[in-house]
């Protein structure tokens, strides 16, 4: 196994150089081309700075440097408070606690992995990729994920089950009648850490969906509009082309909350009617969902849970918990006047 001596030959510095600059000194001051020589040599060696810097268990809780990755903008955030929630619910909790976040990273910053040197800890809100190799990274010991879980044999993490919020949502529906449904949702985007690069795939609501749908031979293909992302511009916009193609289904199940209030918007400019033109359920259960007009149906979502659990989870591990756990969290159909359910009988059943 290579150690730090291995590092400072292959990398021709000073062993000193290499323990500074591989554990975040930062009142080192070094050229970038020797860092980057000495963390190339680290890598390629395969030496594993988790061993060298496990941190003391006698250590007080408020010495520890917590660092919190959150993949969106303030001003998505602004758009869409689902991750605003989780963060600011994580804040509070450590606030509560007399504690406080070292470093917040967000990734449309473009951080390098280096952001991380020094951190005893890593809360990571939203779908991130990191390599597993990388030493700023891999000599974290105690990481839980939010809303994704990349490995969970190694990792804690806290999510949602999209495959049940979209089968809560769809059951309703279906029970109220309804046989035409559309989607207007977005893909899935896993951001790679480092880089502004990522991976684009299928959302669970949209597979969901489709599984969903053609399980009881429902599914139109022209009736489901997937963008890019769950913002409000998003979804106004999926649904004016839904708009254009004409021939709406008789109700929506939308990705997210703030893409529904927009996309009521769209509906209202064209004069179509909610609900009694076209029935609308969401997901997230956000404050203004309650003020929309008419008010949103929609699945709840509890992030103030998930932030509370992922600090939770973080403190069990610098307390020594080893085996990594995964918290799935329950989801609550909110009814309101969007979905229609006052234009049928209780009794409705599917046609």
């Known amino acids: 196994m290579a150690n730090i001596r291995d590092v400072a030959s292959l990398a021709g510095v000073s062993p000193s150089t290499v323990s500074r600059v591989l554990n975040g000194d930062p009142s080192l001051s070094v050229l970038e081309e020797t860092r980057r020589k000495i963390i190339s040599a680290a890598e390629q060696l395969q030496y594993n700075m988790a061993s060298k810097r496990a941190v003391s268990k006698s250590m007080p809780l408020k010495d520890y440097k917590i660092g919190l990755v959150t993949f969106c903008s303030e001003q998505f955030e602004s758009e869409d408070p689902y991750y ?26 473009h951080e390098s992995y280096e952001s991380l040197s020094g951190l005893d800890g890593l809360i990571v809100i939203g779908k991130f990729e990191f390599d597993p190799y990388n030493l700023f990274f891999n000599r974290i010991q105690n990481i839980v994920f939010v809303d994704y879980s990349p490995d969970e044999d190694r990792f804690d993490s806290v999510v949602v089950d999209f495959n049940k919020v979209t089968t809560t949502a769809l059951d309703h529906l279906t029970g109220l009648g309804y046989t035409k449904i559309g989607l207007i949702s977005s893909r899935d985007f896993i951001n790679r850490f480092g880089s502004s690069t990522g ?5 669970q609501r949209q597979s969901s969906f489709e599984a969903y749908m053609k399980n009881k031979n429902l599914y139109m293909p022209e009736h489901v509009h997937i963008g890019s992302n769950f913002s409000m511009s998003s979804g106004y916009q999926l649904m004016k082309d839904a708009i254009k193609k004409g021939k709406l289904p008789e109700a929506f199940l939308i990705g997210s909350d703030p893409m529904a209030i927009a996309a009521s918007r769209a509906l209202k400019e064209a004069g179509v009617k909610v609900p009694m033109d076209v029935a609308l359920v969401g ?3 956000i404050e203004m969902a309650a003020y929309m007009d008419p008010p949103l149906t929609t699945v709840k979502i509890y992030t103030e849970q998930m932030g509370q659990t992922a600090v939770k989870m973080l403190l069990e591990r610098i307390g020594g918990r080893e085996v990594p756990l995964k918290v799935v969290l329950p989801s609550k159909l909110i ?17």
């Open 199 to 203: 991976i684009d795939s299928i959302d």
């Open 283 to 285: 997901i997230d259960d």
């Open 84 to 109: 605003l929630s989780i963060r600011m619910q994580i804040e509070k909790e450590f606030n509560q606690m007399g504690l406080h976040i070292t470093r917040t990273i967000r990734w449309v910053n």
């Open 335 to 351: 009814v309101r006047s969007s979905c229609g359910a006052g234009r049928f009988p209780k009794t409705a059943v599917q046609k």
